[in-house]
């Protein structure tokens, strides 16, 4: 089967730094991804890393490491704006069709 | 980027009819979309894979016969709710990929919030 493990919710005060944790076990791997879910909205793309590493945009940043079927989504400077749920995802391939499948998603409350 | 456009944005409609929801790529082709349901404060399980000019790929567990989908066209897809109940009242969001960023961003519709009464 497929699943992805992150944490349900998480909460963090303005300024602060949050990392959100995924661990995933699928039958195809091509990439690592995440996502912004504000309510009642469309997720939105935040980053994608297809090797290991860390990748930067902004003020957030996305790890990977495939031997340990492992990534996190680190954000910094934390906003008011930043409370959402955040999805970490897997793609099965690389082409038009490679389905995307998604943790169960951290809720993040951002306090003042 | 990529624009995804979904219809409609809401929709309530009486138990036992049906509810067509219509998902648009608007400057790009899409082959292939994909189609997710989500409940509050859970997850995106995606339903199935919308194949232009072929039958699409359901998920296991997923009724194909009560979830029609046509894919007809290079950037339209719908999805048909046929005999709706009000346990299929849920959030309905459609993605598609675009080679112009070399697929590696999935690209979302606005989301069809559907209540059945």
């Known amino acids: 089967g497929q699943s992805l493990e992150q944490p349900s919710e998480v909460t963090a005060v303005e300024g602060a730094i949050v990392q959100i944790n995924c661990t995933y076990q699928?039958?195809?791997?091509?990439?690592l991804s995440w996502y912004q879910q504000h309510d009642g909205g469309a997720p939105t793309f935040l980053s994608y890393?297809?090797?290991?590493g860390l990748e930067e945009t902004g003020r957030f940043s996305s790890f990977l490491s495939r031997s340990d079927s492992y990534g996190y989504l680190l954000l910094q400077e934390l906003q008011m704006k930043d409370s959402a749920s955040y999805f970490c995802a897997v793609r099965d391939r690389r082409n038009q069709g490679g389905k995307l499948i998604f943790g169960q998603g951290t809720e993040l409350s951002v306090k003042p | 980027g990529a624009v995804v456009s979904q219809h409609p944005s809401r929709v309530i409609c009486k138990s036992g009819t049906s509810v067509k929801i219509e998902c648009r790529s608007l400057d790009f082709q899409a082959t292939t979309m994909f189609w997710y349901r989500q409940f509050p404060k859970k997850s995106l399980m995606l339903m199935a894979t919308s194949n232009e000019g072929s039958k699409a790929t359901y998920e296991q567990g997923v009724e194909k016969d009560k979830f029609l989908i046509n894919h007809a066209s290079l950037t339209l897809s719908t999805l048909t709710v046929t005999s709706a109940h009000p346990e299929d009242s849920s959030f309905y969001i459609c993605s598609a990929y675009s080679e112009h960023v070399g697929y590696t961003e999935a690209f979302f519709g606005q989301g069809t919030r559907l209540t059945v009464v």
């Open positions: 890393n297809a090797l290991d």
């Open positions: 699928t039958s195809g791997f091509y990439g």
